[in-house]
């Protein structure tokens, strides 16, 4: 079965920092494009950025930029969301998709998606 597993979200406090990973069970993602979406309860779903298979990184949210990192080990078939400074308003639900070699433009774009990993942020 082909799926991803992201793994990584808590509850920190403002300011602070978490690594997300999503990993590939069952199929190797080292020729896809994995994006990071995230989405709060009530609001809609936010692209927070992208790596291709060539680990080139291009961000959807201004929000994120200097903040967040987007980084790739393909010998342990995982990607990594590398998130600093943490702030209340990043609190969501975090999750990864696939899709071929480049990143897409928006979440339909992308052809697999884990189940996500919970991120609370606290004043």
């Known amino acids: 079965q082909l799926r991803l597993v992201e793994t990584g979200g808590a509850l920190v406090p403002s300011g602070g920092f978490l690594r997300l990973s999503c990993r590939g069970s069952g199929f190797s993602l080292q020729d896809d494009a994995i994006a990071w979406f995230r989405q709060a309860p009530g609001q809609r779903r936010e692209g927070v950025g992208c790596i291709n298979s060539s680990r080139d990184v291009k961000f959807y949210a201004d929000s994120v930029k200097g903040r967040f990192t987007i980084s790739r080990d393909n010998a342990r078939n995982r990607v990594y969301l590398q998130m600093n400074n943490l702030q209340p308003e990043d609190t969501a639900l975090y999750s990864c998709?696939?899709?071929?070699?480049?990143?897409?433009?928006?979440?339909?774009?992308?052809?697999?998606w884990g189940e996500g990993t919970q991120v609370t942020v606290f004043t």
């Open positions: 998709g696939a899709r071929n070699y480049v990143c897409g433009d928006k979440y339909d774009d992308y052809d697999y």
